[in-house]
C-alpha cells in the first residue's frame, strides 16, 4: 500500500511540474487535448481512488514556489484520471481581472456559490 501511495505521489509530483511550465506556454485550446489524451490511457479510478488522488494533487500543488493554484490542479487531474479526462473543465470569471477573479474546475459546481460573469467549459 504504501509503495503505491508513494509512486502515485511521483507520478503527480511530476506531471505537474510538466504541467506548471506547459500552461505558462500554452493556452487550454493546444494543452487541453494532450492531457486528455495522456489521461485516457490512464486508469479509471473509482470515486475513493479519486478522492485520493484529488488529496495528493492538492499537497503537490500547495509546494509550487506560486503557491495553489485551482486551473494547475484541474489540469493535472485531468492527465492523471480517465474519468477526469472524459469531463468538462469548467473557468468561472469575474470582469474586474485581477489575482482571485477566476477559478477552474471539473464537475458540478454544487457547492461553490460564487457568482461568475462569464463560465467556459471546455
Given at each position: 500500500?504504501?509503495?503505491?501511495?508513494?509512486?502515485?505521489?511521483?507520478?503527480?509530483?511530476?506531471v505537474g511540474i510538466r504541467v506548471d511550465r506547459a500552461r505558462s506556454r500554452r493556452g487550454p485550446d493546444r494543452l487541453l487535448p494532450q492531457l486528455r489524451a495522456r489521461g485516457a490511457r490512464s486508469r479509471l479510478r473509482d470515486a475513493a481512488a479519486r478522492a485520493r488522488l484529488q488529496r495528493v494533487i492538492g499537497v503537490v500543488d500547495r509546494f509550487f514556489p506560486s503557491g495553489g493554484n485551482c486551473y494547475r490542479r484541474a489540469l493535472m487531474e485531468i492527465a492523471l484520471d480517465a474519468g477526469a479526462a472524459a469531463e468538462p473543465l469548467h473557468l468561472g470569471l469575474q470582469a474586474h481581472g485581477g489575482p482571485g477573479s477566476g477559478h477552474a474546475w471539473l464537475g458540478d459546481r454544487s457547492g461553490d456559490p460564487a457568482?461568475?460573469?462569464?463560465?467556459l467549459s471546455l
Open positions: 500500500m504504501l509503495v503505491a501511495q508513494l509512486i502515485e505521489l511521483v507520478e503527480v509530483l511530476a457568482p461568475y460573469d462569464a463560465e
